[in-house]
């Protein structure tokens, strides 16, 4: 019906023209949608597992941290990056305790993410020891797998058959679940049977020890 009307020029202008603002308005629109599409996935990357340090730094801390008297301690890193690889995260504390057959420690130290976060933190736990008396250590706690700082305050079964020992400084893996810690300790009275029992991560400092 409409096949054989005719528009004045100037409204056929004014109706490109208003065809063109449309088409345009349309596209920063669909442009606006695709970008507000991509947002969730930045979301995601930032809660993702942080990213880990280089060996090289971790080696540092720790010889920065033990001191010169840790003979063994590059040989026992070794080991560790060659079965885990890089960590991401790390406890720099001290710990102490004693042993008659059973054995408990108590721990405090600073955990350093590889993201920059920090935060005081606590340990205690049982063990099976082969000695009898006391001990005081220095605990360098390697991190795998570590999601989030609140995800640390958990129990740590330790790993059987894990335990490595050289020139006074030892280590072995306690896991709960992805988590991985493998501490390495160097100090007076240093206990073999640190690898049989677990570790109980926690917020504040706590005298029961199981």
Sequence with gaps: MCRNAHFPKEMLMIQRRDFRV????????????????T????ERGSADTSPEFEESAILTEAEAFFGEGARGLADVLNKIFSERGRPNAYIAGEEGGG???????????????????????YWTGPSLGFDVGANAAKAFVLIYDLPSVEALFQRYPGVDGSL??????GANYNRSGDIILAPV???????QGVSIGY???SETATWIPF
Excluded at 106 to 113: A, I, K, N, Q
């Design 164 to 169: 490595y020992f050289v020139g006074g400084v």
């Design 99 to 121: 042993a008659l057959a059973v054995g408990v420690r108590y721990g405090r130290g600073t955990l350093h993410m590889s993201n920059g976060i920090q935060r005081e933190v």
């Design 22 to 37: 449309a088409a345009t308005a349309a596209i920063a629109l669909l442009a606006g949608c695709a970008s507000q599409g």
């Design 185 to 191: 300790r160097f100090g007076v009275g240093w206990r």
């Design 199 to 201: 570790i109980s991560i």
């Design 39 to 42: 947002t969730p996935g930045t």
